[in-house]
């Protein structure tokens, strides 16, 4: 998995009080901790682990969350935070929870050690809780067991000074540490998985009890925040163009753009000879009528399977469909344009935040943005020499949370399956 770079970050995203950052080292449950940390009511954001200091200025976490990642820590090329990463959590006064790889880094970085495993662990595991009092477990759990989900080869063999081991797997491996003072904590495991039995709870007291958090964040927020941003990015006499697929983040994007500039949004719906049985049916006879959201249909079937034939290459297809896309919709702002004496200036598409952590390099890997896992077409497909600037309303949000906002605009079921 790749992850969002900072610059893709709202600006105001560091404002709140409660914001946790998700640093991304390559795990394929990175976007799970993510999203576990929202569905306790936080902000949270991921981005990558090896992004420069300078991407997080601005930005006052209350707690960072290194997450786990394939590499070893010492294989030649290993992400790591940032130089100076330490100093930045510490003068934000941010707790910093280290995640399997995210511990081992931890550890390794102020001056344990990490070895090959004795006692590699996959799968459900259980670990033992070996202090009477810690911050991750709480009071009187010595020798309480529970079933977590571990993934590691590396293992932690030496502690930091000032560092106290608070639970160890049945095999006898480190599992959790921390040490209070210095507000740093590791767990070995993965509690963000739901095969790790209490590691919700183990998150809860994290972010709740042990950095002090208010679970303050509400999809209505972004609502506002979004409404807020719109409002001051479009002019009152300019007229912005949506990308709408009849899906529903276009569906639900749009009819959030809808209701702040009315019908100065301009939905077109692209027959790009890609779409499902009955689809622009279906899109071109509900939306005007159910949504009250007029929909403008472009037939641009030729255009883009001409463009297509013969290209086998997934990630290259993709390229293409974004570049076309764009290119039907310039086309478009043009014939606005003549309409209304006033050239479109926005594109608002459907982006959501899977789609933005996905198309950037995964951490670690050597790659640059050329050779990600899969470039979606709405964001690292889109054409360098762009025009139409982006309204992305969306971009930060999960699919279950824009299904909620979709609910809130009043949004009819049947759009939001
Ligand atoms: N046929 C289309 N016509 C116009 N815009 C489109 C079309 N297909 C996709 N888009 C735009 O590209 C974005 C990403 O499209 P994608 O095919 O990845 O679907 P998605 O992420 O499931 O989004 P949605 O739920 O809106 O379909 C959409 O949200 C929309 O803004």
């Known amino acids: 998995m790749g992850s969002a770079s900072a610059s893709s970050l709202p600006t105001t995203a560091g404002a709140g009080e409660n914001l946790v950052l998700i640093l991304?080292?390559?795990?394929?449950?990175?976007?799970?901790?993510t999203r576990r940390v929202r569905q306790l009511g936080v902000l949270s954001l991921c981005v990558s682990g090896t992004a420069p200091l300078s991407s997080l200025t601005g930005l006052r976490p209350r707690a960072v969350i290194l997450s786990g990642g394939p590499h070893s820590v010492h294989a030649s090329g290993a992400p790591s935070f940032p130089e100076g990463f330490l100093d930045f959590a510490a003068e934000a006064g941010a707790h910093v929870l280290g995640v399997c790889y995210g511990m081992q880094l931890l550890v390794q970085s102020l001056g344990g050690a990490v070895e090959a495993g004795e006692r590699q662990e996959y799968g459900d595991t259980e670990v033992e809780i070996t202090a009477t009092s810690s911050a991750l477990y709480g009071e009187s759990g010595v020798g309480n067991r529970q079933s977590v989900w571990m993934s590691h080869g590396d293992e932690v063999v030496r502690l930091p000074q000032g560092f106290e081991v608070v639970a160890r797997s049945v095999q006898g491996a480190i599992a959790a540490i921390e040490h209070r003072e210095k507000r740093f904590y590791g767990l070995q495991y993965h509690p963000e998985v739901t095969h790790s039995t209490q590691g919700k709870e183990t998150l809860r007291r994290f972010l709740f009890d042990v950095c002090g958090i208010k679970a303050d964040w509400k999809i209505q927020d972004v609502l506002d925040e979004q409404i807020k941003t719109i409002k001051s990015m479009v002019g009152t006499d300019e007229h912005v163009i949506c990308a709408l697929s009849g899906g529903v983040d276009s569906t639900v994007a749009a009819t959030l753009v809808h209701n702040v500039i009315g019908d100065r949004l301009h939905c077109v719906f692209v027959d790009n000879g890609l779409l499902r049985y009955k689809e622009k049916e279906?899109?071109?006879?509900?939306?005007?009528?159910?949504?009250?959201?007029?929909?403008?249909?472009?037939?641009?079937?030729?255009?883009?399977?001409?463009?297509?034939?013969?290209?086998?290459?997934?990630?290259?297809?993709?390229?293409?469909?974004?570049?076309?896309?764009?290119?039907?919709?310039?086309?478009?702002?043009?014939?606005?344009?003549?309409?209304?004496?006033?050239?479109?200036?926005?594109?608002?598409?459907?982006?959501?935040?899977?789609?933005?952590?996905?198309?950037?390099?995964?951490?670690?890997?050597?790659?640059?943005?050329?050779?990600?896992?899969?470039?979606?077409?709405?964001?690292?497909?889109?054409?360098?020499?762009?025009?139409?600037?982006?309204?992305?309303?969306?971009?930060?949000?999960?699919?279950?949370?824009?299904?909620?906002?979709?609910?809130?605009l009043n949004i009819p079921e049947s759009f939001l399956r």
């Open 282 to 408: 279906r899109v071109m006879s509900t939306f005007n009528s159910d949504l009250h959201l007029p929909v403008t249909c472009i037939d641009a079937s030729e255009q883009f399977l001409s463009k297509l034939k013969g290209v086998k290459d997934p990630e290259m297809k993709r390229k293409i469909v974004g570049k076309e896309f764009i290119a039907v919709f310039d086309e478009f702002a043009h014939m606005l344009e003549q309409q209304t004496g006033k050239r479109p200036e926005y594109l608002v598409q459907g982006t959501l935040y899977p789609d933005v952590i996905e198309s950037c390099p995964p951490p670690g890997s050597g790659m640059t943005h050329s050779h990600t896992i899969k470039s979606h077409h709405n964001v690292g497909g889109l054409p360098e020499d762009m025009k139409l600037k982006l309204i992305e309303p969306l971009k930060l949000l999960f699919k279950d949370e824009v299904r909620k906002l979709g609910s809130i």
């Open 24 to 33: 991304d080292f390559g795990s394929q449950y990175t976007q799970l901790i």
